[in-house]
């Protein structure tokens, strides 16, 4: 009977000694991995976060037109641009008037 329990006993001692080398095993794997990701591979994961946190679209919004009941357009889309001059930043302000209005082929007013 004692015999029986010492065997018993030793195969116990094996069982948890097979699974203390278990998890002792997939800790130290787990810690590798750990280590590999965070401190080998640091710069290729840091600047793809980064990619993802920031990422500039641009995105156009769309306008729709404006119908009265009978069909007819009340406001449609087009571009609308404004030029502004400093007088105190420029030299020659009529040059640059003059110059502007043969660009943009304006009419001269008075």
């Not at 943009?104 to 008075?110: I, R």
């Amino acid at each position: 009977m004692l015999f029986g329990q010492l065997v018993e006993q030793r195969d116990g001692n094996k069982r948890l000694f097979a699974c203390a080398l278990l998890v002792i095993g997939i800790t130290c794997a787990l810690v590798g991995r750990m280590y590999f990701l965070q401190v080998v591979q640091y710069d290729y994961h840091s600047t793809i976060s980064e990619n993802n946190r920031v990422h500039v679209l641009p995105i156009t919004p769309t306008r729709g037109l404006i119908y009265d009941r009978n069909g007819v357009v009340l406001a449609d889309n087009r571009p609308s641009y404004n030029l502004t001059i400093t007088r105190e930043r420029t030299a020659d302000l009529k040059g640059e008037l003059d110059e502007i209005v043969n660009l943009l082929h304006l009419p001269a007013e008075a």
